[in-house]
């Protein structure tokens, strides 16, 4: 397909008319004022519309098939939450707008905190970070400045499991701590006795998922939380696998003293491509004057922000998060009400099913019932000539989106699998038919598997090409 700039054909889209030349001497050093003509390309309007139409219907989307991608939960976004963030008193409002301009907003904040508190049993929450990595971030610097305001400085390392989401060491990483990797057991669980060897007084705090990348819940949380806080510990609780468990039990439950949520991962606010999103962090009594200000705060007659929090991180972001992401999430939270239990139950029950049917076929590392997700290993198919990335690929040809592949890091040509609750026993039926056949023309025919993907608009790309020298400017 062509670019806009080579179907370019002289023709003005717009008339702007006649305009008086503008002087821009004195504002603009010299040097900056441009020469030639700027060489933007020139269509009318119709042949703008149908260029980026053409582009918009390469696109791969939820609306066109399905998305078993793993840990980040791709679940349907419910069209509702579009209109009610489109609304002029929420779409059009000033961040800076006074607090009595803006009551609709802040009490829509405020009922969220409420509602997040409430399913992650934290005792206060912040809206701010943009992101599940912005809370990581946001929820170390939180520890850290607890162990200085203590006296505690001797306290520079994190443990993090080694089935861990690679956010979680760098956000660990730029906060200064050393990073001590925990190993998994046999199980695919925080091996205990690994963990215990590794405490000392320095440690600050543990950063786990639970359920865990591997899909996998930790059977021994409360050992941990207890063996943690016996060392004067923290433990951070990444919360981006929380469509597991949501009405089922809490992080407070299992005694984590902060956590993120990743609101496009959980409750349904578009992600693809990469964001805009939010990812809010609860954290325990002990922790609550360490939160970024402001904080959305009600004295009985109206919301306002409060900037007064004693030891403050600071801001993590400008304003108050992406508020249009709030809106959404905020919507499917009320929508959903206490159905968000039967949509965990609903995602773990999917992802069981979809294992079972799978497992003969393809390896199965962790043969343990799963939660929301499970990770394959692809071994098998890989000794026979097409690696994980070849099965990815071949999948698009049958209009669905490739998994999760090569991570978790511990598993070997990795296949992560989460159906989320979204979709009807016929889509899983047509995934794992899709999977089996894939897995069986890969031992009749293994060279015809790499030709794929054959029906997408865009065929096999180098990827390493692509990463390391990306073209991204169009040269005429
Ligand atoms: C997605 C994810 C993250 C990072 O969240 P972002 O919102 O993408 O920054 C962290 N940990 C796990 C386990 C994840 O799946």
Redesign the pocket.
């Known amino acids: 397909m062509k670019t806009i700039f080579e179907k370019s054909n002289g023709v003005d889209g717009v008339c702007i008319g006649e305009t008086e030349e503008i002087k821009f001497e004195g504002f603009i050093p010299k040097e900056l004022l441009r020469e030639g003509n700027i060489g933007l390309p020139q269509l009318s309007e119709l042949e703008v519309l149908r260029h980026y139409k053409a582009l918009s219907d390469r696109n791969f989307c939820i609306e066109k098939g399905f998305y078993p991608l793993g840990?980040?939960t791709m679940k349907y976004n419910p069209k509702v939450n579009e209109l009610l963030a489109s609304l002029e008193g929420f779409a059009n409002l000033h961040p800076l707008q006074s607090d009595e301009d803006s009551q609709g907003a802040l009490e829509l904040m405020y009922n969220l905190q409420e509602k997040l508190k409430y399913i992650t049993g934290m005792d206060a929450v912040t809206l701010q970070p943009a992101?599940?990595?912005?809370g990581?971030l946001t929820g170390m610097m939180i520890i850290k400045k607890y162990f200085e305001v203590k006296g505690e400085t001797n306290r520079t390392k994190v443990i993090i499991p080694d089935s861990a989401?690679g956010?979680?060491p760098a956000s660990a990483k730029m906060c200064g701590f050393e990073i001590v990797e925990v190993k998994s057991n046999e199980k695919g669980q925080v091996d205990l006795e690994e963990l215990k060897k590794l405490l000392d007084e320095n440690v600050a705090a543990i950063m786990m998922?639970n359920p865990n990348?591997l899909g996998i819940f930790e059977e021994k949380v409360l050992e941990i939380s207890k063996i943690m806080h016996d060392n004067g510990s923290l433990l951070y609780y990444?919360g981006?696998?929380f469509n597991a468990i949501m009405g089922w039990t809490n992080p407070a439950l299992m005694g984590f003293d902060v956590v993120h949520l990743?609101l496009?991962?959980t409750f349904a606010t578009p992600h693809g491509g990469g964001g805009p999103?939010a990812?809010p962090v609860g954290v325990v009594e002990k922790l609550k004057d360490f939160l970024p200000a402001p904080v959305i705060e009600f004295d009985g007659k109206k919301y306002y922000r409060n900037y007064d929090i004693k030891h403050s991180i600071g801001k993590v972001r400008s304003f108050y998060g992406n508020f249009g992401v709030l809106v959404r999430a905020y919507a499917y939270i009320l929508m959903m009400g206490n159905n968000l239990k039967l949509a965990s139950a609903d995602a773990v029950l999917n992802a069981n099913y979809i294992k079972e049917k799978l497992k003969g076929v393809y390896e199965l590392p962790y043969d343990e019932p799963c939660m929301h997700e499970f990770v394959l290993s692809g071994e098998r198919q890989h000794e026979e000539g097409v690696s994980t990335l070849g099965i990815a690929k071949r999948l698009m040809d049958d209009n669905i989106h490739p998994p999760t592949v090569y991570f978790p890091l511990i598993v070997h040509e990795a296949i992560m699998i989460e159906p989320t609750e979204s979709e009807s026993k016929e889509v899983l039926d047509n995934f794992i038919n899709a999977m089996l056949n894939i897995a069986k023309e890969i031992k009749e025919n293994p060279e015809e598997v790499l030709k794929s993907p054959q029906k997408t608009p865009v065929r096999r790309v180098d990827e390493t090409l692509a990463a390391r020298h990306p073209d991204l400017t169009f040269k005429s």
Do not use: F, I, P, Q
Not at 131 to 134: L, P
């Open positions: 840990s980040c992101a599940g990595a912005h990581e989401h956010t979680n998922t990348t990444d981006a696998n990743n496009h991962k999103g990812g």
